[in-house]
Structure formats: structure tokens, C-alpha cells
């Protein structure tokens, strides 16, 4: 059971607006940076979004990140078939000894 | 073209310890961290650890703490994770993935590296 919650699926239809959610709390989301991960089937997971808001080179301005106190969402624009797969929300959590924590992951369907 | 490459696919009986490498390959100046991360079949991501590759130093998970060493060759740009004890739940694929900025974001990924745990 991880300290951050994700809704195990979400969908929508090609040229949606999707929005994932990542529940923590003031030990993780609320006090630290989230970022963000795609997967697709069958391949290693890329980076999306860092530091809450920030798109690494290359991916493309229909994601973006936002945070509000201790929940974090990725939001996804102009959905397209070739989105669908996972996604993960991480980060850094204060609590015991410190350490990188991931959600559960979100199933993303594109109807 | 920096990248990560992870050594093949790995058999272990059940109390073994195994032993992944994941090399930096190109420009290193850029690669702050290295973590190991643990995909389970069918399973999410799980994290195990950082390492420093520039001084070793590292973290590790609570959950694996006993059982898993992380350290850095410098010299060969090559980072090693050895998990002991192996388990059945510890069947997984395990990926290194960088940060290329001085936080904790995971930008750069390994292929993954597959371990089978069985007798």
C-alpha cells in the first residue's frame, strides 16, 4: 500500500482533457516536489513532468503538472490513442528515514 | 547521446544475491544521481534507491534495507545494485534510471533488467 494514492484507471476519447490525480500528504506532496512518469506497455518508464510543473525536453505541452496542498495532478490535452498506458506519480516523503515513493499507478484507456 | 546500460537478464535460486550493473554511457558531467527501481509483473513501480556516483554515498528503502547495497565505479562509469536474500517476490525487473538536474527526478532509464527467482 503506497503513502500516495492513485486511481487504478482512468479513459477518455481521442482530443479529451484527462486528469490524473495523486493523493499524499504534508509529509510528501505537501512539502516536497512531485514528478511525474508515463509507461507504455512493454518499455521503461519516461519522465513527464518534474519539480510539479516542469516538462523535460521533448515532451510535448499537453501535459502539464499542477499541485494543490497535498494532492498533485497530471493533466493530458488532446488525448491521443498513443497515451494510453500507465502513470506514476512520485515523490520524495520526509517521514521514517527519507526516502523516493511511488503511487500506485493510474491505467490510462483511450476509448 | 548519454544512456544507461544494464547488464542481461539474470537466474537466482531462492537465498542468493544477485548482482545488476548499469553503465553511463556518453556525457556523464550531467548525471547527479542514479536510482534502482523495482517493477514486479504486472505490478507499479517501486523505488530501492539513490546513489551519488561521484562520492558512492547512498539511500536506500526502508523495505530493502539489510539486504541491498548500491556503490559506484567511477572509474568505469558503471553503477552496481546487489539485492541478497532473494525472495519470490523479489521476480522482477529492475531498471537504473539517472537525474540529470540536481533533484530527484529519474530523466534517463535503463532498458531494465530482468531477475528470476526460482529453485
Known amino acids: 500500500q503506497s503513502v500516495l494514492t492513485q486511481p487504478p484507471s482512468a479513459s477518455g476519447t481521442p482530443g479529451q482533457t484527462v486528469t490524473l490525480s495523486c493523493f499524499g500528504g504534508?509529509?510528501?506532496?505537501?512539502?516536497?516536489?512531485v514528478y511525474w512518469y508515463q509507461q507504455l506497455p512493454g518499455t521503461a518508464p519516461r519522465l513527464l513532468i518534474y519539480?510539479?510543473?516542469q516538462r523535460p525536453s521533448g515532451v510535448p505541452d499537453r501535459f502539464s503538472g499542477s499541485n494543490s496542498g497535498a494532492s498533485a495532478s497530471l493533466a493530458i490535452s488532446g488525448l491521443r490513442s498513443e497515451d494510453e498506458g500507465d502513470y506514476y506519480c512520485?515523490?520524495?516523503?520526509?517521514?521514517?528515514?527519507?526516502?523516493?515513493?511511488f503511487g500506485g499507478g493510474t491505467k490510462l484507456t483511450v476509448l | 547521446e548519454v544512456q544507461l546500460v544494464q547488464s542481461g537478464a539474470e537466474v537466482r535460486q531462492p537465498g542468493a544475491a544477485v548482482k545488476i550493473s548499469c553503465k553511463v554511457s556518453?556525457?556523464?558531467?550531467?548525471?547527479?544521481?542514479i536510482h534502482w527501481v523495482q517493477q514486479a509483473p504486472g505490478r507499479g513501480l517501486e523505488w530501492l534507491g539513490v546513489?551519488?556516483?561521484?562520492?558512492?554515498?547512498?539511500i536506500y528503502a526502508d523495505e530493502f534495507q539489510g539486504r541491498l547495497v548500491i556503490t559506484a565505479d567511477t572509474s568505469s562509469d558503471t553503477v552496481y545494485m546487489e539485492l541478497s536474500s532473494l525472495r519470490s517476490d523479489d521476480m522482477a525487473v529492475y531498471y537504473c534510471?539517472?537525474?540529470?538536474?540536481?533533484?530527484?527526478?529519474?530523466?534517463?532509464w535503463g532498458r531494465g533488467t530482468t531477475v528470476t527467482v526460482s529453485s
Open positions: 504534508t509529509s510528501n506532496i505537501g512539502n516536497n516536489f
Open positions: 534510471a539517472a537525474a540529470q538536474t540536481r533533484d530527484y527526478s529519474m530523466g534517463l
Open positions: 546513489v551519488d556516483p561521484t562520492d558512492g554515498e547512498a
Open positions: 512520485a515523490v520524495w516523503d520526509d517521514s521514517r528515514t527519507g526516502r523516493v515513493v
Open positions: 556518453g556525457d556523464t558531467v550531467n548525471i547527479h544521481f
Open positions: 519539480l510539479n510543473t
